[in-house]
């Protein structure tokens, strides 16, 4: 041994986590230099390297042990942090090395353990990731059965990830005290003389390859011929998680790195230590078909040489070729790809249902309605808020609920689910008195009975109180609601016929605003209402708008004047235009465009969006109210809505607007 590492195991301590506990390895100031190997073990030796778990755990002390029997081996599982019961290992030929550092996300695969002249001990390693790795402050707990037939009796450790090495002694195998850890019985073959009642029949690949097969029932299992001649049949999906058993992912083949997504080997083996895939029995056929059956256990092995990795023949990731249904259509007792979100209501089971595609709604959604399918098997518990897993999802049903759902994507999401307001009991809506323009009216919903249902609100069941108004002559009037609570304002003309609705103005809920045109004398009946049981104090009033000139249309080269002062706030803010504003419509070509907006004595903000749009393609600020706002903007052929705002309700006036063509 050289003189160097003689010195430093002069050094060596060892601390126990216990009176039987794991030996921790003595940290090293220096890393020696590498020398010539003289002993090697890997994962696809039978008695060879065996990763133990490579996971990421709880914050743990940063270190490295070794075990040499069973309870050393739960002393060192504890140390690193992981979690679950530590699996079984032969202490008669293996040791265990287990360490807890900071890594990433997508750790590489560990497939070769060297001893060198110098007695130091390092991994090798190959990246995993089909992505682009991630590398994230994450506490990773790894664990490796090492022969004992490649240690020297004293060893340095170089710790995965950080380089760091650790000193260690190999303590004598204590046969009688490890002979129940043992690895596991031996398991019988998946390979069965018949299956009396198979799920499907399907076609081997070529010798060499893997491909997808589906069984009767239209599930996905990947079958494997693999060159050595053995057969593999894999269930295409997996547990989520260990918490979720019931609920499953897709798992695909990644012909680059040889192994599944799922971090597996063709035969179903976990690289890191994790549970195998779902393997299944299977016959042979006399026609190069092979019936498959039920589930069962993976027996032990070593992980397959990337280099004798298979063939992919066919697709990469199963289901894809599945037809999107909707809900309603998904058959009985088959799997089916299905354009629904899997939704975590606030209690219950998870269930199959669409989001609501509207933002209010979302937000008091409580979760798919009791009727809807749920998944067998899923949690049925009290939820503080929802969360979902969005479409597609495969499922097969069974009835009136679902025993299989796999997530067809990775989209997910929460909710905080704001609960509703009881709904109001039925009746006539609380009439009130007659409007008066300019002259604001108060009250409330509340106590008040549910007699209206305006269309524009999504969610009823609120109180309601009515008004009266008498236009006293021809023109454009605005009526607007300011409330307490989530309002709404529905205005009927004396028939009952609907003229105008809104539930919120530009998004805040606790307004509402309409425009009707009425004839001199024209009597119509509007409505304080709400959304979804809300009610309380509100105030109401309305007001005679003075028409844009020219009807609202903006010409090339013609100057338009205006007043916001007579007009209302009808469109969102944006770069802070929170004031009346007036709506011209433009009709441009693919050319740039020269806007100039006047506005003495106040701040003026100018915006552009598309018809049928509410997010502006361009806005500007004027940057004082003594200079005009003069912009350029390229418009592509189409209709524009033109506003001018102001940047706070005191920013209104008459205005100038006019818009040229850029010149060459």
């Given at each position: 041994?050289?003189?160097?590492?003689?010195?430093?195991?002069?050094?060596?301590?060892?601390?126990?986590?216990?009176?039987?506990?794991?030996?921790?390895?003595?940290?090293?100031?220096?890393?020696?230099?590498?020398?010539?190997?003289?002993?090697?073990?890997?994962?696809?030796?039978?008695?060879?390297?065996?990763?133990?778990?490579?996971?990421?755990?709880?914050?743990?002390?940063?270190?490295?042990?070794?075990?040499?029997?069973?309870?050393?081996?739960?002393?060192?599982?504890?140390?690193?942090?992981?979690?679950?019961?530590?699996?079984?290992?032969?202490?008669?030929?293996?040791?265990?090395?287990?360490?807890?550092?900071?890594?990433?996300?997508?750790?590489?695969?560990?497939?070769?353990?060297?001893?060198?002249?110098?007695?130091?001990?390092?991994?090798?390693?190959?990246?995993?990731?089909?992505?682009?790795?991630?590398?994230?402050?994450v506490y990773l707990a790894q664990a490796i059965a090492v022969p004992r037939r490649i240690l020297p009796s004293r060893f340095v450790f170089v710790a995965p990830d950080s380089g760091k090495p650790y000193a260690l002694d190999l303590p004598a195998a204590k046969p009688r005290a490890s002979a129940a850890s043992r690895g596991a019985p031996p398991i019988s073959s998946l390979e069965r003389p018949s299956l009396p009642a198979p799920l499907g029949v399907v076609a081997l690949p070529p010798q060499g390859h893997i491909a997808l097969r589906t069984l009767d029932d239209g599930r996905a299992v990947w079958v494997v011929a693999h060159r050595s001649g053995a057969i593999s049949v894999l269930s295409a999906d997996e547990p989520r998680s260990s918490y979720s058993p019931w609920l499953r992912k897709k798992v695909e083949w990644i012909s680059r790195v040889g192994r599944f997504g799922s971090e597996h080997d063709a035969a179903g083996r976990s690289v890191h230590g994790a549970a195998p895939l779902e393997t299944r029995v299977f016959a042979r056929q006399g026609d190069g078909r092979i019936a498959i059956g039920e589930p069962a256990p993976l027996a032990p092995g070593p992980i397959e040489p990337r280099a004798e990795a298979p063939t992919l023949q066919g697709s990469s990731e199963p289901y894809t070729d599945l037809p999107l249904l909707p809900l309603d259509a998904m058959p009985e007792g088959r799997v089916a790809r299905v354009d629904s979100d899997l939704v975590f209501g606030l209690s219950g089971p998870a269930r199959l249902c669409n989001l609501p595609t509207v933002d209010k709604v979302l937000d008091h959604f409580p979760g798919c309605p009791e009727h809807a399918p749920a998944v067998l098997g899923s949690p049925s518990e009290p939820r503080r808020g929802v969360t979902f897993m969005q479409a597609p999802v495969i499922v097969r049903r069974r009835g009136g609920a679902v025993d299989l759902a796999i997530l067809g994507s990775d989209g997910t999401g929460g909710l905080a689910s704001n609960p509703l307001f009881p709904p109001a009991p039925r009746g006539d809506s609380r009439a009130r008195g007659a409007l008066t323009m300019g002259a604001p009216v108060r009250g409330t919903t509340s106590g008040a009975k549910d007699g209206v249902s305006p269309a524009c609100v999504p969610v009823g069941g609120a109180p309601d109180e009515t008004w009266t108004f008498t236009a006293p002559r021809a023109g454009l009037y605005a009526f607007q609601l300011d409330s307490d609570y989530d309002g709404a304002l529905a205005v009927h003309d004396a028939d009952g016929a609907l003229l105008a609705c809104n539930d919120d103005r530009h998004s805040l809920v606790s307004s509402s605003l309409v425009h009707i045109s009425l004839a001199q004398g024209a009597r119509a009946k509007v409505v304080v209402d709400g959304f979804g049981g809300h009610h309380g104090a509100y105030t109401l009033w309305v007001k005679e708008e003075a028409p844009l000139a020219h009807g609202g249309v903006l010409v090339l080269g013609r100057e338009v004047a205006g007043d916001t002062s007579k007009s209302t706030d009808d469109h969102a803010g944006h770069c802070t235009s929170d004031g009346n504003d007036d709506e011209w419509l433009f009709d441009a070509e693919d050319t740039t465009y020269v806007f100039r907006l006047e506005t003495p004595g106040w701040t003026g903000v100018l915006s552009v969006l598309a018809e049928g749009t509410s997010m502006p393609h361009h806005c500007t600020r004027e940057p004082s109210p003594s200079s005009p706002l003069v912009t350029e903007w390229a418009l592509a052929p189409k209709k524009y809505k033109v506003i001018v705002d102001g940047p706070s309700e005191k920013d209104a006036g008459p205005y100038r607007l006019r818009v040229e063509r850029k010149a060459p």
């Open positions: 041994m050289p003189r160097v590492l003689r010195s430093l195991f002069l050094a060596l301590s060892f601390s126990l986590a216990g009176c039987t506990g794991a030996f921790r390895g003595t940290p090293l100031s220096e890393v020696p230099k590498p020398a010539a190997v003289t002993a090697r073990a890997t994962t696809a030796e039978p008695d060879g390297l065996r990763v133990v778990t490579a996971t990421a755990t709880r914050i743990a002390e940063e270190g490295v042990w070794l075990a040499a029997d069973e309870e050393e081996l739960r002393s060192l599982w504890n140390a690193i942090g992981a979690e679950g019961p530590p699996p079984r290992v032969d202490f008669d030929t293996h040791v265990v090395l287990g360490s807890s550092y900071l890594g990433g996300v997508c750790e590489p695969e560990i497939d070769t353990a060297e001893v060198d002249a110098a007695g130091t001990l390092r991994l090798r390693t190959h990246p995993l990731g089909h992505v682009e790795c991630i590398l994230l402050g």
